[in-house]
């Protein structure tokens, strides 16, 4: 059944359209709606315009009526279509934090290049911030994330209109640099985006600096797809990561190999854990002038699949990069509770029990919770000295405000591990809450023939009294340290091979110690050598 509109109803309707209508014939207009009328100050040849702040897309179309030309222009206000599509692209393709391109418009830029019929080389650089992690934990992640946009506006103020930089990740960046010219070129460029990354960035009041190790690779030498290229990248750049930071390092197959060679030894260390071939070493702790133990430090030590022993220099940072070291703190104080009874028989049922827990550890309550559960469920709490270097005391660090509670609670103690070589200065100890101060051997290495070691050592032992914290000096090695030592200062703890080096619980009682002690005063002989169960 058809139904007849009259003309009049048929023009509302067209009024009534959301898209303009405007017809002409030979220039002369002969029709418009409502919308039509409102778009009619639309700038002619345009597909997109704007008008008043909205953006109007036009369609001309031509028809032949009767013989006779007409032109028809239809118009539709799309802004909010344009802005979600817009927010979309950026979405999919930009970094909501830096404003960056992000790792899937990088993958399309690298495509277009491969894909282009005029082969040229170009190089894909990848930066990887340098102790990014250790800033979020001692700033904050606000600062961090103001930090990644400070980088990301540095850097992208020195590209050319042709390069493009990419966030790919947390505290990782890669730069496109297209075209890539000689080596030497990119090298120079590279170095100086490093040069400009190491300059301070104040934020919320600190200064913070940073740098970045930095892998190259070149297309097509080193790949001619985006995932070779960027793998290659990121393996160079592991290599300078572990060797010289801040630097740069282009790939080639030498770089592979090491990145190979990385990935065993990652394996084999998980293995380890996994496997419990690690093992702790216990090196005494002395009050050199009443000549007793007062003390051991529980040292990791990683014996692989051949017998040979690893100190802890070795694979501690990687441990730490793999997401080990939690799991494996919880193995040495597993193996250490299970030692006390050996402990005791060796040193005396009175000596302290130092464990090292890595600052960032102790910026975590949930971890250091755990910890210091396992440290009361002993039963002997109150022996344990928890070792942390000075990061850990840093005034934004969670540590001193929920983890130290913690500790104090249950009755154990906190040393200051490797002081004077970390981020405080001496000033910064009238805000630290701990029992002991352990000097780091730089300041203790010939400190009879170095007046400026000695100087320092004096104003850390006259702070620390202050303070009313302990003292103790690490690497004793000679008779002439420890004769300074005893002549020149007040300080009673020490410890160092010039006692004893390290051991396993196995070696306690069986190995023929080299403690160096024949040129030692008798009286410092014969109480040491008992109480590490040695015959003299």
Partial sequence: MTTSIDFETLLDVLDGLPVGIAAASQNLSIYANRQGL???????????????????????LSLSIGGVPHQVRLSLDVTEQRALEDDLFRRA??????????????????????????????ALAFLDLDG??????YYGHAVGD????????????????????????????????????????????????????????????????????????????????YDALCSNADRAMYRIKGTTKGSVQFFSPGVDHAASERMKIEQRLRLAVRDRRLRCAYQPKVDFRSNEVVGVEVLLRWMDEEGVIHPPGDFVNLAVELGLMDEITHLVLAEATG????????????????????????????????????????GCAQRFMIELTEEAFLSKSR??????????????????????????SLAALADITADEIKVDRSFITAIHQRPRSQSILKTIESLADALDMSIIVEGVETIEELLYLQAATRIRLAQGYYFAKPMFLDEMTTRTPDLSLRQAPAPLRSPLVRAVGYRS
């Fill in 146 to 225: 103001a930090l990644l946009v400070k980088v990301a506006q540095r850097l992208s103020g020195e590209l050319r209109p042709c390069d493009l930089m990419a966030r790919v990740g947390g505290d990782e960046f890669v730069l496109l640099l297209s075209p890539a010219g000689p080596m030497e070129e990119i090298a120079a460029r590279v170095e100086h985006f490093l040069s400009r990354l190491k300059e301070p960035y104040f934020i919320e009041g600190s200064e913070i600096l940073t740098s970045a190790s930095v892998g190259v690779s070149l297309y097509p030498a080193d790949g001619r797809s």
């Fill in 93 to 122: 393709y930009f970094d909501d934090l830096t404003g960056l391109p992000n790792r899937g418009l990088l993958e399309r830029s690298v495509a277009a290049l491969t894909a282009s019929d005029r082969e040229q080389t170009f």
């Fill in 339 to 378: 030692a006390i009874d050996r402990i005791d028989s060796a040193f005396g049922a009175t000596s302290t029990i130092s464990l090292n827990v890595a600052a960032r550890q102790a910026d975590e309550p949930v971890f250091m919770r755990s910890l210091v559960d396992a440290i009361e469920a002993t």
């Fill in 399 to 424: 540590f001193q405000t929920q983890v130290l509670p913690m500790i104090r609670e249950i009755g154990a103690r906190v040393s200051i591990d490797d002081f004077g070589v970390g981020y405080s």
């Fill in 38 to 60: 409102a778009h009619a100050a639309l700038p002619a040849g345009q597909r997109d315009a704007v008008l008043a702040g909205r953006t109007i897309n036009v369609q001309q």
């Fill in 132 to 137: 990014f992690k250790n800033i979020n934990d």
